[in-house]
């Protein structure tokens, strides 16, 4: 985050049905849809975190029977699996490594065998190992099988290449805290038509009041007409605006271009350390990097160092990779050159020590 966000924030608390209000709502939807890429109606914050951008996308799509073929290849495909389940549907896992892009031809050889599976859900950018997964070709791989699409773009969106429309996503979901750079507790939503018509045309009602699009859309739709349905998080939606506002004062281009150079930056320095990605180049992140940790290093003692003594944080490794990577994470604001040369330094004094 940055003195403008933060400074938004802290802007007087007005109604959450302000006229004034209602009009930062649209600039705020109109923000999201430039950056997603996309012209859909249904694109608009869910005033929850990440996790809760899930719980829409599978709340809403997924009815007590439905085959969703869900990817795994990380601890985010196996939470959507467990959103499958916990909504009643049937999950047909398709497996991958962890450091991996998940196998087009796993997934196309799954959806033949399950011609009734009805969704296809994946990670496009797995947070707990850097991995970016072919989006684009998914998708295809999904409509051709007749399947529509959730996919997860919390730690994506804004810091690389993703485009809605032209991908043909049906049903995406983000978060605030990761490339946009602002208040954790929003997750950025947008669903096509497609999604929507399944959505509308549900057996049962959606089993989540609170998420409920058919109610929600009620007050995060079109125009200044408004209706009543929870009271939004208003302050932290003052900080997603500006950092809406921020990014396509950048450019959205630019700040793929911009993570992409300052992850070679990272890069170059820490290979001079001889320090190894988990990730095959091609399919890795440039805002998430996952690196393995040098042999001999005490892994907590390492990242405790940095953030008392440098007030620099890394991430832990997740799962299996628990206690054997590094997660550097260069998103939004926070990927600057100079914070680059801090942590190259930072690293190479603490682990010399």
Known sequence: ?????????????????????????????????????????????????????????????????????????????????????????VAVVVEDDWGTAVSLDKVEQTLKDNADAKILAFVH????????????????????????????????LGGCELRVDEWEIDAIYSGTQKCLSAMPGISPVSFNERALTKVKNRKKPVTSWFLDLNLVMGYWGDGAQRTYHHTAPVNTLYGLHESLVMMLEEGLENSWTRHQKNHELLKEGLEAMGIHFLVNEADRLPQLNSVFIPEGADDAKVRATLLNDYNLEIGAGLGAYAGKVWRIGLMGHSSRKENITLCLAALKDTLGK
Do not use: Y
Not at 46 to 57: D, H, L, N, Q
Not at 127 to 139: F, P, V, W, Y
């Open 125 to 156: 950018a797995e947070t707990s190992t850097g991995a970016r997964s072919d989006a684009k070709a998914l998708c295809k791989i999904a409509h051709d099988n007749d399947c529509i699409t959730i996919v997860d773009a919390v730690t994506s």
């Open 1 to 89: 985050m940055c003195i403008p966000n933060l400074s938004a924030m802290a802007r007087p608390t007005i109604g959450h049905l302000d006229p004034a209000f209602v009009g930062m709502m649209n600039e705020t939807k109109e923000g999201l849809k430039t950056i997603f890429k996309t012209e859909n109606e249904l694109t608009m914050p869910v005033s929850a975190p990440g996790s809760a951008g899930m719980e829409t996308c599978f709340a809403n799509l997924v009815e007590p029977g439905d085959k969703v073929v869900v990817c795994i290849n990380g601890v985010f495909g196996m939470r959507m699996q467990e959103n499958i389940t916990r909504f009643g549907g």
